[in-house]
């Protein structure tokens, strides 16, 4: 039974891994309970949590002198939004990039805190089955996980700066003029990310607006698989292999 399962239990409390067990397993082999409860007290609400405390202590961007610091790309999806409180629609837009990064910071706090306060769905019984139990709506940060996908349930792109970027089936492609001048008008020269390889070096472009762009993820994708690969992408550039080997 997973009664030590709560979001506010601690990761401190974990099982002893040697105890119980399939016949001819490893003594050192986690039961499957014990990996979910690792993976849970890793967010635990309350006490030690190292992936809450990690993702409390991080930013979703960072400005240091004329440099931007994201995860995945600043363009026209996602330059100067700020996602709305209770659903993911681009709530406010800043014209200056140093205040626009310090209210996205400042959204993602707010966000955690509603996740420390209530984690968890609320659940009611299904009134055709009343010994059976629904989740009702949305969890209060249901925003900040959007924030993290390509694509809104809608299809539409997320305006995030964590899952955009520069590159257009594996070729680079400098952002618009306007996201250009919005950088540069804001002092900033170059904007550093993630998020995508290409091939076997970062990738380092200069914008005919004079932005320097790097993107220097070090993965590669061709081991990746398609849990069916003929089924439609919700962009055509998403093929199997596109960015090489190790």
């Not at 014990?34 to 609400?45: H, L, N, P, Q």
């Not at 904007?191 to 200069?206: A, E, K, T």
Request: glycine share 8%; aromatic share 8%.
């Amino acid at each position: 039974e997973l009664h030590a399962l709560s979001p506010s239990s601690s990761s401190s409390s974990s099982l002893s891994l040697s105890e119980g067990g399939d016949q001819g397993r490893s003594e050192t082999m986690p039961s499957d309970e014990e990996v979910v409860a690792s993976f849970v007290g890793s967010v635990a609400t309350e006490g030690p949590a190292f992936m809450r405390e990690f993702i409390e202590e991080g930013q979703l961007g960072l400005v240091l002198g004329d440099t931007v610091f994201v995860h995945g790309a600043v363009n026209e999806t996602c330059a100067g939004a700020v996602p709305h409180e209770e659903a993911f629609v681009a709530g406010s837009t800043f014209p200056e990039v140093k205040g626009w990064i310090e209210r996205l910071n400042q959204w993602k706090d707010r966000q955690l805190a509603r996740f420390r306060s209530s984690p968890l769905f609320a659940y009611e019984a299904d009134p055709l089955h009343p010994d059976l139990l629904v989740h009702r709506g949305d969890r209060t940060y249901e925003a900040i996980i959007d924030y993290n996908r390509a694509y809104g349930k809608d299809g539409a792109k997320i305006p995030t700066v964590i899952s955009n970027w520069y590159l257009v089936d594996g070729h680079p492609q400098e952002p618009s003029p306007d996201v250009q001048t919005f950088l540069s008008s804001s002092g900033v020269r170059r904007v550093l990310s993630g998020h995508q390889p290409f091939g076997d070096s970062p990738l380092l472009m200069r914008t005919s607006g004079g932005v320097e762009i790097v993107t220097a993820d070090t993965s590669y994708s061709h081991n990746a698989l398609w849990i069916d690969p003929d089924a439609p992408r919700p962009d055509p550039s998403w093929t199997q292999d596109t960015r090489g080997a190790a």
